[in-house]
């Protein structure tokens, strides 16, 4: 168990840096573009294809990138990902809300660095060796809250 925590910390770290150099590399500095240059739906779905054409990707021994979806509007941008060492039934609950609670932790503490930051919510969805949908969540632009008492970033409620 502590080993599926551990490797989550790590899954979380490289998964917010492949994803936000990822795009910065697949839009050619996205946050610029979206700012002054076409309309933002189309610079988002733009990274995505960018991004897709580079996946899938191993992150780290545990997680690989499969696929970014931007949905039409541009207010979604979903990460797919496959925890390549996991079958559904030895992941615990506890294990998956560590994973959840680093993610947003790292992409909240990045958000002015990434797609929060251009109201774009982010999706994560996490995929067993196995095939199942084992944890998805989504963090909403301008719903990051730090709280002091545990020194970390969470979603507001």
Do not use: W
């Not at 551990?6 to 910065?24: E, H, M, N, P, R």
């Not at 774009?120 to 719903?143: M, N, Q, W």
């Amino acid at each position: 168990m502590g080993d599926i925590i551990k490797a989550f910390g790590k899954i979380t770290i490289y998964t917010a840096i492949i994803v936000t150099s990822s795009l910065s590399e697949a839009g050619n500095n996205i946050a610029s573009q979206i700012l002054f240059g076409p309309s933002h739906k189309q610079l988002v779905a733009k990274a995505a294809a960018e991004l897709n054409k580079q996946l899938p990707k191993m992150i780290d021994r545990e997680t690989r990138l499969d696929s970014v979806v931007a949905r039409a509007d541009g207010g979604l941008f979903t990460n797919n990902y496959t925890l390549v060492n996991f079958n559904a039934n030895s992941i615990s609950a506890a294990a998956l809300i560590s994973l959840e609670n680093a993610v947003v932790n790292t992409t909240c503490s990045e958000q002015d660095s990434n797609l929060l930051k251009k109201n774009v919510a982010l999706e994560f969805r996490y995929r067993s060796a196995d095939g199942y949908l084992v944890k998805a969540f989504t963090i909403p632009p301008k719903s990051c809250i730090y709280d002091l008492q545990t020194n970390r970033y969470e979603i507001a409620k």
